[in-house]
């Protein structure tokens, strides 16, 4: 360190930022306590060492990846005011400006609360879910999450009291540290304790290794201890590319399976099984919250009065990067008579050479194995019986172990379901069925049920649901057969309600007129959806034809679809000799059938003829011709011939054919 390093202490950097305290130190950078003079507010001031700020390439990455940084304005994110260079002769100083946080970190709660409730451990794991979501849309990879990057600040405001917010800080600066090459065969950039097994083989770090990170994370919420331990930094990243992180109820049984099933699914060894980003994570957890009814409760931001904790610290908005490498010192460690600033204790970070893990692991075990180390005779007895039951044993043991367990994935979408399924070295086989519980595209169960063994590599049938049923859209017009069809699909009864079947003008009979429910309607399965037949169309009814001639009548009724005939005569005062009186079935009646037979009735009523002054004798004679008689009532005996000057009926009234008319005479 130079002698300005040792006294950056009441430095101006940037002729803006005053630095006032050393809040923490580590292998790559030191965070002081600042202010900005400019703006007359407290700041956290990030410097990194010089070696990287001397460093031209690796400069311009870091203010590339601080930019970016800066961008991500969200309220779980420790936000960056400001990035620069600050060189004072041969002293190059490359620094970030961060808000300053009032209050603890995530590893101080921990301290002192042991393990977490799950409602607290899921409402502190989604804001920081949250955060790594924002930066993971601006293609920002963090790298480096752990208890001492996520920081818990007092929120004041009415009703506030004793709340906190979540933050994440080191947003961008792990991945600038990796583009600009400061990485090697020999180092991997982190904290060992909270790798991914990916950064640990190939020191290549993604949004899912984030998301194992996270994972990490909540097991040790729940638990209270991290996932791995050991005496070397190189046995932690051991278990971590080789062994699962076990479950969270096996520390804590009162931890629900669902947790465990969101830790297992976020720390799977397999990059392709995990949740794709935070985003989807944050799904995730969203989901378990719900499903085990636990609604999110305030982050206490500080521990209780009580406690050992100053109150009134200040923790740095960002805690110092440093490489794990076998040339760095242990994260976290002490430097420079400097405090560990609240790094866990243990082999998770101690210093870690990659290339020595995965070249020689039997290396890396050797103080172990020393320790374990038993007579060779022993050993060559044991082996001895270990052959002989196998033998004795025969393909039975073979066959026991490669049996695998069915595992629970019901309730999980169709993807997860299916890497659940081949993580434990089973073929799924998709079927969909209707549920009427069970939403759609969500897992029903499997067959066999989980729980059941079967031999690794064996098909097993993954049933998804369809969800409830729901009414068929048909349309009006299909046929009977298919609206049957497509109802019995879905797994509905159709019934035909012929009370409700009607006319229809353009729908043929016997197809389908509509569905009671309405499409789109769900129902439970083998609920009864009721259809309606149409009768065809409307027959025409009987035209009125009544005063018409009879030939007129026939035309008119043969164009309305009728066969008219000849019903007989009947006697109408209002109908003239020879004009329809009235047809049977009756005008406006609509018959049953088509091409019914009209009966037509026809007047045959006898015009009175006008017989006024008509002499006796003719009167007689014109009646007869009409087909009348003559009733003289008076007069007509005069021997020149009397002539009629009254008559009844009178001339012109329509009478039956026969009748009397009366007449009156003069002399």
């Known amino acids: ?200 083989e190939t020191g290549v770090a993604t949004t899912r290794s984030d998301v194992y990170s996270v ?83 305030p982050v206490p931001a500080l521990p209780p009065p009580d406690a050992e904790a100053d109150d009134d610290r200040t923790v740095p908005a960002m805690a110092p990067v440093t490489p794990i490498s076998n040339d760095a010192p242990a994260h976290g460690a002490p430097a420079n008579g400097m405090p560990r600033n609240g790094e866990p204790s243990g082999a998770g970070n101690k210093p870690i050479n990659r290339t020595q893990l995965l070249d020689h692991p039997d290396e890396v075990f050797d103080e172990q194995r020393t320790r374990r180390r038993v007579p060779r005779f022993a050993v060559l007895a044991a082996a001895l019986l270990a052959i002989a039951g196998l033998v004795a044993g025969g393909m039975w043991v073979y066959d026991i172990a490669s049996r695998v367990t069915v595992p629970d994935v019901e309730g999980m979408p169709l993807e997860r379901a299916k890497q659940v399924l081949a993580a434990a070295e089973l073929t799924p086989r998709v079927v969909e069925e209707r549920h009427n519980t069970i939403g759609e595209n969500t897992a029903i169960g499997t067959d066999p049920a989980a729980g059941a063994e079967l031999s690794a590599g064996d098909e097993i049938t993954l049933v998804m649901s369809l969800g409830r049923p729901t009414v068929p859209d048909i349309e009006p017009g299909t046929s009977r057969a298919d609206a049957i069809a497509a109802i019995e699909k879905v797994q509905l009864t159709a019934t035909h309600d012929p009370s409700i079947d009607e006319y229809h003008e353009s729908i043929p009979e016997g197809a389908v007129l509509g569905v009671a429910p309405s499409p789109g309607t769900p129902l439970a399965i083998g609920e009864t959806v009721t259809y309606a037949l149409s009768k065809g169309p409307p027959p025409t009814p009987v035209p009125t034809v009544a005063g018409k001639s009879r030939d007129e009548a026939f035309s008119i009724l043969r164009e309305a679809g009728f066969e008219p005939y000849d019903a007989g005569e009947e006697f109408s005062p209002d109908v003239a000799a020879g004009h329809v009186v009235r047809t049977d079935p009756g005008a406006g009646t609509t018959p049953d059938s088509e091409g019914v037979r009209v009966g037509v009735y026809v007047s045959n009523a006898v015009e009175v003829p006008n017989l006024s002054f008509k002499t006796v004798d003719d009167a007689r004679r014109i009646l007869a011709d009409a087909g009348l008689t003559a009733e003289i ?8 011939g009397s002539r009629v000057f009254r008559q009844q009926p009178d001339g012109g009234e329509r009478v039956e054919a026969g009748s009397a008319v009366r007449l009156w005479a003069f002399p």
Request: aromatic content about 4%; hydrophobic content about 45%; glycine content about 8%.
């Open 633 to 640: 009532v008076r007069g007509g005996d005069s021997p020149v």
């Open 215 to 297: 994972g990490l994370l909540l097991y040790e919420m729940l638990t209270g201890s991290p996932a791995f331990t050991g005496d070397t930094a190189l046995s932690v990243a051991y278990q971590h590319v080789n062994t699962d992180v076990p479950a969270p109820s096996a520390s804590n049984p009162r931890v629900p399976a669902a947790l465990d099933g969101l830790v297992r699914m976020a720390t799977s060894r397999r990059v392709q099984d995990r949740p794709a980003d935070a985003t989807a994570m944050l799904a995730e957890s969203r989901r378990v919250r719900d499903t085990l009814g636990l609604a999110l409760v």
């Open 1 to 200: 360190m130079t002698a300005r390093e040792a006294t950056l202490v009441g430095e101006l950097l940037d002729h803006r930022y005053e630095v006032r305290s050393l809040l923490a130190r580590g292998g790559m950078s030191a965070v002081y306590r600042g202010i900005d003079t400019r703006l007359d507010r407290p700041v956290a001031i990030k410097v990194m060492d010089q070696q990287y700020a001397a460093d031209r390439s690796w400069t311009e990455r870091f203010e590339q990846e601080a930019r970016a940084a800066a961008k991500l304005h969200h309220p779980n994110v420790v936000a960056v005011h400001d990035q620069g260079v600050d060189q004072s002769g041969d002293n190059v100083h490359a620094f970030l400006v961060m808000e300053l946080v009032d209050g603890g970190t995530l590893r101080d709660l921990l301290e002192h609360r042991g393990k977490l409730d799950p409602a607290l451990a899921l409402s502190i794991i989604e804001q920081v879910l949250s955060a790594l979501a924002a930066a993971h849309q601006a293609d920002l990879v963090h790298r480096d999450i752990k208890p001492e990057n996520v920081l818990i600040g007092r929120v004041s405001g009415p009703g506030q009291q004793g709340g906190g917010i979540v933050k994440v800080a080191d947003f961008g600066l792990v991945r600038a540290l990796a583009s600009a090459g400061t990485t090697s065969s020999s180092v991997i950039l982190g904290t060992v304790a909270y790798l991914s097994p990916e950064q640990v």
